[in-house]
């Protein structure tokens, strides 16, 4: 039984959950439907969307272009967009948002974490599943957004750090996505969480930006500073100053290493109120910290950047497992899923 969906209001073991949509994400027979409420169901190369329906099979769209995803957006989506939608960054921006579970391609994504929160998530990087990482010099996006993150500089390893899987910085090389980057909209409402190796941080690095437009990235969407103290620094908008604001330091074990989940979320800067921000340490309940200054909308960063930005790239020893990104600020109850959800590929 390939990929089994089940309308669901609660997550089942071994699935992930977006609305009333359940979708096993282990191996496994699922038994016959009449029993188990579990339905069969299909993929294609291009984009797949499903929505569970209760005690019937569920719908499941297969367009074949981007013309036909904006299409099912404008004309079958329900809930429908609020404003018509004419390109496919848009679409997915909406489809993120929406009760619909997104998959792209048809290979079977084997150690996807169970009980991870889909809601709003636009792009998610993981550098311990295959599916993300199968191709040398590509991070490839597990959402259903379908990105594809592209190596630069001198290419990162992907080696043990801690016992656990990661990409090893070394100076130089760093992951850029050029394509449907304005799927990803930290411009609005959003959340960001990186799992980090943190061993030491002697000078000022970039980890995550989207490129500057109309200003540098630390003046436009975001970008998040690797600080010499080991915590993150990150600044958003620009007119007549950019905002800025900072977390605590990452584990570092004493030098040795240690792994660490950070994440901030910030509302929206797409308008002249002030923006705010929080930032969670491993799960643990949000906390405000954020200086707005400004009072003039963003303007929207262009490609995405992963450990490295205005500040440079980020030194050798330390790494990155994963990073994720949300169209949403997440809820406390939903970023403490996300780290028990992923901790144990940790040791944590």
């Known amino acids: 039984m390939q990929d089994p969906i089940k309308y669901s209001n609660s997550t089942p073991s071994g699935a992930i959950r977006k609305s009333t949509t359940s979708l096993s994400v282990i191996g496994g027979n ?86 991870l929160p889909m809601e709003g998530l636009s792009s998610y990087l993981d550098s311990q599943v295959d599916a993300s990482v199968g191709v040398s010099g590509e991070w490839k996006d597990l959402s259903g957004n379908g990105l594809c993150f592209y190596t630069y500089g001198t290419q990162l390893s992907l080696t ?92 570092t074990n004493g030098g040795n290493g240690a792994w660490t989940m950070m994440a901030i979320k910030m509302s929206t800067g797409l308008t002249s109120a002030a923006r705010t921000g929080f930032y969670s340490k491993n799960g643990a309940t949000w906390v405000a910290n954020y200086n707005s200054r400004s009072n003039t909308a963003l303007n929207r960063g262009r490609q995405i950047r992963v450990g490295y930005g205005y500040a440079g790239p980020v030194e050798g020893s330390n790494g990155i497992g994963a990073v994720l990104t949300y169209n949403t600020m997440l809820s406390n109850a939903e970023i403490n899923q996300v780290y028990e959800s992923t901790k144990s590929r940790y040791g944590l």
């Open 30 to 115: 699922h038994g016959p439907t009449t029993s188990t409420g579990w339905f069969n169901g299909l993929r294609q190369n291009g984009y797949t969307i499903i929505k569970a329906q209760n005690g019937s099979s569920p719908l499941q769209y297969q367009p074949s272009n981007n013309a036909e995803l904006i299409k099912f957006c404008n004309t079958t989506a329900s809930p429908s967009p609020s404003s018509l939608i004419t390109t496919i960054d848009e679409a997915l921006e909406f489809l993120s948002n929406s009760d619909y579970m997104v998959l792209h391609g048809n290979d079977k994504i084997d150690n996807f974490p169970s009980n």
């Open 160 to 251: 043990l750090l801690g016992g656990y899987q990661g990409f090893q910085f070394n100076n130089s090389g760093y992951f850029q996505c050029n394509d449907l980057y304005d799927a990803v909209n930290i411009g609005g409402d959003c959340t960001i969480v990186m799992w980090v190796w943190c061993t030491n941080i002697a000078d000022r690095d970039t980890i995550f930006e989207k490129a500057g437009n109309g200003g540098s990235s630390y003046q436009c969407s975001v970008a998040i500073t690797w600080e010499t103290n080991q915590g993150f620094s990150y600044y958003s908008r620009k007119t007549p100053a950019y905002d800025h604001a900072s977390t605590p330091a990452c584990d």
